[in-house]
């Protein structure tokens, strides 16, 4: 059994010591607990790309307008569309590890919820039914 060394680098989230260590060498301390409490919240925008082989940004802002969705164009990129993320949704720490595919990863990131298809690994104490540490 390996015993892992961590760092509570901002309240609630760990991080293993070997990689802070790491990061130490390109950020100051109080830059990486900048980074892991920024982390914690989600941007204010959450962007998609209108295939413009298929559709416009206009027009796809109009279907979804049309459907009480709030969405606006970039200012810099016109295909890249961006709807306002509601919150502060602090996303909590859950003490255990799992790593999830990029896309699983993104939806959690804007509140959804983790499910098996998007895991790659995770502790062995983490069961079914598991949604997060009450610690």
């Known amino acids: ?19 802070y260590k790491y990061l130490l060498q390109y950020f100051s301390e109080s830059e990486l607990e900048n980074i892991f409490d920024s982390v914690r919240k989600p941007p204010s925008r959450y962007y ?29 990129l016109p295909e890249a569309l961006w ?4 919150g502060p949704n602090k996303v909590p720490s859950a003490r255990k590890y799992v790593l999830a595919d990029k896309k699983a990863s993104e939806s959690v990131y804007v509140g959804a919820n983790l499910y098996v298809p998007g895991i790659i690994k995770m502790d062995k104490d983490i ?9």
Do not use: C, W
């Open 1 to 19: 059994m390996t015993i892992r060394k961590e760092v509570e680098v901002v309240k609630g989230h760990r991080l293993d010591y070997q990689l």
């Open 127 to 135: 069961r079914r039914g598991v949604m997060r540490s009450t610690s």
């Open 48 to 76: 998609v790309r209108a295939n413009t082989m298929r559709i416009s940004p206009e027009e796809l802002m109009k279907l979804l307008r049309e459907k009480s969705i709030d969405i606006y164009q970039d200012e810099h």
């Open 83 to 86: 709807f306002p993320v509601k």
